[in-house]
């Protein structure tokens, strides 16, 4: 009998289980999505007119009606502060996860040089992906708005320029070298599809 080369098709103890899979795939679509966001939003004129009904990102595909008026600018700012602090919760459930559920080993075909840097980028993350919501909401709280999620208040806003401006240098900062981490994550993860071809995505796909 053949030989498989590829670790997917080993027992459940080599692969990620799901719950780690979904939290995984959800963190990667809204840290992708938020660095959208935050780009476009960044662009948008201060006032304007104050409406109820938001044309997402102005593609014509998704409509969003909110409760109450407010400008543009206002709105995909609010939105922004509502999807970073579900970040937040979802980081904090995901660390709680991975230190309750032992991961699968590395894969075999990874040299030591490439297990440390795997490990280290894991890592850096899980800190990255806590700081950044963390940062943005203590920015948030330093407006005079606090924050608000998805229409519930959440904290409310101390109106402090100093503690606003310092959280803001470091959010920006943490989210761009997030940023280059996701890059350097996301090229190991094609080279080990397409040169190593040893499986490495499929262990990060759903079973059963």
Do not use: C, Q
Not at 26 to 55: H, R
């Amino acid at each position: 009998m053949a030989k498989v080369k590829n670790n997917y098709f080993g027992p459940k103890k080599d692969r990620y289980n799901n719950v780690a899979i979904l939290l995984h795939w959800l963190l990667a679509i809204g840290i992708i999505f938020m660095f959208i966001l935050g780009t476009y939003m960044e662009e948008l004129p201060k006032g304007g007119t104050k409406v109820t009904n938001f044309d997402l990102f102005d593609l014509g595909l998704i409509t969003i009606e909110s409760s109450k008026e407010m400008s543009v600018r206002s709105f995909y700012f609010t939105l922004h502060k509502s999807i970073g602090v579900t970040i937040f919760f979802l980081v904090l459930f995901r660390i709680y996860w991975r230190l309750t559920h032992k991961p699968p080993k590395m894969l075999s075909s990874m040299s030591a040089l490439e297990v440390k840097l795997a490990t280290a980028t894991h890592h850096a993350f899980y800190l990255l992906m806590f700081l950044i919501p963390l940062t943005g909401i203590i920015m948030s709280v330093g407006s005079k708005y606090g924050v608000h999620w998805f229409g519930i208040p959440f904290l409310p806003g101390i109106d402090n320029e100093t503690l606003r401006e310092l959280f803001k240098e470091f959010h920006e900062i943490f989210g761009l070298i997030l940023l280059l981490f996701f890059i350097l994550h996301f090229a190991g993860a094609l080279k080990h599809s397409l040169v190593n071809k040893d499986g490495v995505l499929k262990r990060m796909w759903f079973h059963k």
